[in-house]
């Protein structure tokens, strides 16, 4: 391939939001596009994306999806509606690969052995209400200064405090935290008001993978459309030749021209100077409402770690545990996180493959543990020490008589080692401000984002309806093409 | 007492919001009225309203609220709010005398033995996503047409068909009508639409007894600005003598002249026409806005039946139970139900007292079931076959080795058969509109109402927040007061 390319439209990032644009804007039955007037440009050497099924790993046969794995907000998933309408078995069997797995979570305490009495101590119900006091304290005004999910939280208690009984109050301080495997980040951080969310419909665990929504997309692409190894450097919208309004450079030499472009990057990439490795030079620069709105949201690093083991010493009939942190250990922060922190310094949420795949089980099973920042940085960066930290935490696991049997094997995420990436989602740190992003990005609100209409965004983080979510990410590429189509047939 | 009364302000009705109301005239700072100038008029022989805690019923020493029993909204509810604040522990000891009866609910089956294994069938998960369901299926558009809770749930099994199990939708089917015991009316009537509420916060049993509010109000207005036995028959606001706007008789030949009048009378008895027992002649007659609202909108009748045991031989530390009916029965047309139903018709909730009073039980206990409209209008009217009824049902709760024994006492609430009451409080029949009668009555609206403003409304059908409730009367009585205290301020 020349190292000068003229298309008509540049999708930046072969993640679920570039293949969908690029998908929809050469199969919509109302494209003008012919398949070379279209072009997908990806940094990395794979495509999907924060999608990454790992089915070699395991020495169990099973596959992991290491980014995304559950299909969100099921009452109202696009994703998920189209799968069970294309009843497309050999990509995607709803009934088969998939599996709710939200029975209610077996809770464990640092200090106490088995798992706690959730329903006798009624720990749900003051954790519900726990929620409703933060959702209500933020409500009562907009004008209220946001504070953190652990701040907030301890006005509750605090205000509660004749209410509840000791062993409530004890628990459910921690229990809170479990937010922390939501968004990827420590309580601390978390901002409050952003904190509780709605969601529309249960959580559905998709078994088989998410590659097969990489792959559906992928039938509508040709192969020699996607560009892999081919990092973006430069968008310059000041071009004048070859007819275009735009000028893209990778950083393997490859020149690019067109008039539209659909930048997909995570939000952590644009969030870099151009000074910086992995940064995108634009020319002109992006305008001081959307970089400010880029400083108005963080990146959260949720990571996985699972561990396999040839026996199951666990209970395999309960789908979650989830494992509170030592809280007289205090958080450690981001910057002090240069060696292994004791087991117990954060909470931990497992997700038990003995359940999800109880009917179709090998000897052995394992165990898929979500991490927050700072954790999830350094264990993704010190794999080998992730046993040393979590023995002691899923020993509480163990069923009686049962003895903790060391991993045969030991898979964790990368998300935080990968410069394309650099973490998980977006993530909504104290005092940020989850709109404003949105507005300057989504492309539909006038007088926002790049005036130059041409430049489109999308991706999780440019979405509200499905925000750090697959089917979020999906909807966004869907609207850009849209958009671009409908803009082609009026011009 | 003479036949002519002559004052500033009449509060119609002794329940919590007309004592509220008259309390706080008689006792805000800045309120200029002295007790002379405030009467109340109660039609029945006691005060209290739908606030009736039975001291002497029970042969365990129980007291039981045989009308409003929950603080509701805890997060923000004032009377509990209050009570907290006031520390008057002789009066209410917030510690002591409430109680979250709120453990996860045990659920019993016609068809199954022993409890049903809620958290390994996910029943809470999929119940959970039905009411998520039936929001959304209603927010989608604002001229979506109402349908009954039955009807709209049964869209949702049809569309999650197979993503459900065959135990998940047989009993989810049935679990959702766990609403006809809030509303008092049966799932085939209950608004879809309006079906689902949020609330701010758990519910807290008051274990005491609501009796406390009443003595705590009435502590503020002297014995004789309250008459009982004073049931209005006309409310005449062309009144031209006495110098007051407003003409008031008694069934029992009071006449009293006012300026203000503050009605506080159930919205069944607003609903009553003149001509009907214990309907109330408005000269002139209610405007056309106010009496379509009231055609608006439902009564439900929400009733309770205690058995009290001198053994206990259920779980004694279970807080609810819930039975599911026997749904091949149906339901049977109110207007048919003139003989005592199969056991089962209807689905009951339980709430269980040797849990509420397991510090300091007697030797036995008491069950207490609540009742849907139209079997709480049957029992009510046939407190002796009661037990019939339910034996078979309680018998699901018996422990294992322990027999059912017969009840040392029933005791029942009577609101179908009071003439002053009617059912217990507004419910929202498919097609309802919630909101046409609070804005006709709470004052709140311009142009709206009685265009008279001296002649107010207050009660739980006259407020958003709190509406039904305890909470919801007493923030309305109190709306009323400030009210008139501002105008006569500014007259």
Same mark, same amino acid.
């Given at each position: 391939m020349s190292s000068v390319l003229t298309v008509e439209v540049v999708v930046i990032g072969a993640g679920v939001a570039g293949l969908k644009t690029a998908h929809d804007l050469l199969n919509?039955? /109302? #494209? /003008?596009?012919? #398949?070379?007037q279209v072009i997908v440009l990806e !940094?990395?050497?794979? *495509?999907?994306g924060r999608i990454k099924t790992d089915c070699t790993s395991s020495k169990l046969g099973y596959s992991y999806d290491l980014g995304a794995a559950w299909f969100h907000d099921t009452l109202s998933n696009e994703v998920l509606k189209e799968a069970i309408e294309d009843n497309d078995i050999s990509l995607f069997n709803v009934e088969e690969d998939?599996?709710? +797995?939200? /029975?209610?979570a077996q809770l464990y305490a640092p200090?106490?052995?088995?798992?706690?009495d959730v329903v006798g101590l009624k720990l749900n119900r003051v954790n519900e209400d726990l929620e409703k006091f933060i959702e209500l304290y933020f409500v009562e005004s907009l004008s209220i200064p946001d504070l953190s999910l652990q701040d907030v939280s301890e006005r509750f208690f605090i205000q509660y405090d004749r209410l509840l009984t000791e062993d409530q109050k004890f628990y459910c301080r921690r229990i809170i935290r479990h937010y922390e495997l939501w968004y990827g980040i420590t309580w601390d951080k978390i901002s409050g008001k952003y904190s509780i969310m709605d969601h529309n419909g249960r959580n559905l665990l998709n078994k088989k993978g998410y590659q097969f929504l990489i792959e559906k997309l992928q039938?509508? *692409?040709?192969?020699?459309r996607i560009l892999t190894?081919? @990092?973006?450097?430069k968008i310059d919208r000041t071009n004048k030749v070859n007819g275009k309004k735009v000028a893209i450079e990778t950083t393997n030499g490859q020149s690019i021209y067109c008039n539209y472009v659909v930048v997909t990057v995570p939000q952590s990439i644009l969030q870099?100077?151009?000074? +910086? !490795?992995h940064g995108i030079q634009w020319v002109p620069p992006l305008p001081p409402n959307v970089t400010s709105a880029l400083e108005s949201i963080h990146f959260g690093a949720l990571g996985k770690v699972i561990f396999e083991f +040839?026996?199951? &010493? &666990?209970?395999?009939?309960?789908?979650r545990f989830d494992i509170l942190a030592?809280?007289? =250990?205090g958080i450690v922060p981001f910057e002090h996180l240069k060696s292994l922190p004791v087991p117990f310094s954060y909470p931990a949420f497992i997700i038990n493959f003995a359940s999800i795949h109880k009917d179709n089980n090998p000897k052995g099973s394992s165990l898929c543990i979500f991490t927050q920042s700072p954790l999830t940085d350094y264990l993704e960066s010190h794999k080998n020490e992730a046993w040393t930290y979590f023995k002691p935490m899923l @020993?509480?696991? @163990?069923? #009686?008589?049962?003895k903790v049997s060391d991993p045969i094997n030991v898979i964790t995420s990368d998300w935080t080692q990968n410069p394309y990436v650099r973490g998980s989602y977006s993530a909504l740190y104290?005092? +940020?401000?989850?709109?404003e992003l949105i507005i300057q990005l989504?492309?539909?609100?006038?007088?926002?984002? =790049?005036?130059?209409?041409? =430049?489109r965004f999308a991706g999780?983080?440019? *979405?509200?309806?499905? @925000?750090?979510?697959v089917h979020g990410a999906f909807a966004s590429g869907k609207r850009e093409a849209a958009w671009i189509i409908e803009n082609i047939h009026s011009t």
């Amino acid at each position: 391939m020349s190292s000068v390319l003229t298309v008509e439209v540049v999708v930046i990032g072969a993640g679920v939001a570039g293949l969908k644009t690029a998908h929809d804007l050469l199969n919509d039955p /109302k #494209s /003008k596009l012919s #398949s070379s007037q279209v072009i997908v440009l990806e !940094a990395q050497d794979r *495509i999907g994306g924060r999608i990454k099924t790992d089915c070699t790993s395991s020495k169990l046969g099973y596959s992991y999806d290491l980014g995304a794995a559950w299909f969100h907000d099921t009452l109202s998933n696009e994703v998920l509606k189209e799968a069970i309408e294309d009843n497309d078995i050999s990509l995607f069997n709803v009934e088969e690969d998939t599996y709710y +797995d939200d /029975k209610d979570a077996q809770l464990y305490a640092p200090e106490h052995e088995g798992p706690l009495d959730v329903v006798g101590l009624k720990l749900n119900r003051v954790n519900e209400d726990l929620e409703k006091f933060i959702e209500l304290y933020f409500v009562e005004s907009l004008s209220i200064p946001d504070l953190s999910l652990q701040d907030v939280s301890e006005r509750f208690f605090i205000q509660y405090d004749r209410l509840l009984t000791e062993d409530q109050k004890f628990y459910c301080r921690r229990i809170i935290r479990h937010y922390e495997l939501w968004y990827g980040i420590t309580w601390d951080k978390i901002s409050g008001k952003y904190s509780i969310m709605d969601h529309n419909g249960r959580n559905l665990l998709n078994k088989k993978g998410y590659q097969f929504l990489i792959e559906k997309l992928q039938r509508g *692409i040709p192969n020699d459309r996607i560009l892999t190894n081919h @990092a973006v450097k430069k968008i310059d919208r000041t071009n004048k030749v070859n007819g275009k309004k735009v000028a893209i450079e990778t950083t393997n030499g490859q020149s690019i021209y067109c008039n539209y472009v659909v930048v997909t990057v995570p939000q952590s990439i644009l969030q870099l100077k151009e000074s +910086d !490795a992995h940064g995108i030079q634009w020319v002109p620069p992006l305008p001081p409402n959307v970089t400010s709105a880029l400083e108005s949201i963080h990146f959260g690093a949720l990571g996985k770690v699972i561990f396999e083991f +040839d026996n199951v &010493w &666990w209970d395999p009939n309960e789908d979650r545990f989830d494992i509170l942190a030592d809280e007289t =250990i205090g958080i450690v922060p981001f910057e002090h996180l240069k060696s292994l922190p004791v087991p117990f310094s954060y909470p931990a949420f497992i997700i038990n493959f003995a359940s999800i795949h109880k009917d179709n089980n090998p000897k052995g099973s394992s165990l898929c543990i979500f991490t927050q920042s700072p954790l999830t940085d350094y264990l993704e960066s010190h794999k080998n020490e992730a046993w040393t930290y979590f023995k002691p935490m899923l @020993a509480k696991l @163990a069923r #009686s008589g049962q003895k903790v049997s060391d991993p045969i094997n030991v898979i964790t995420s990368d998300w935080t080692q990968n410069p394309y990436v650099r973490g998980s989602y977006s993530a909504l740190y104290t005092n +940020d401000d989850p709109s404003e992003l949105i507005i300057q990005l989504s492309g539909e609100f006038d007088g926002c984002g =790049i005036l130059d209409k041409n =430049i489109r965004f999308a991706g999780e983080h440019t *979405i509200s309806d499905g @925000a750090g979510c697959v089917h979020g990410a999906f909807a966004s590429g869907k609207r850009e093409a849209a958009w671009i189509i409908e803009n082609i047939h009026s011009t």
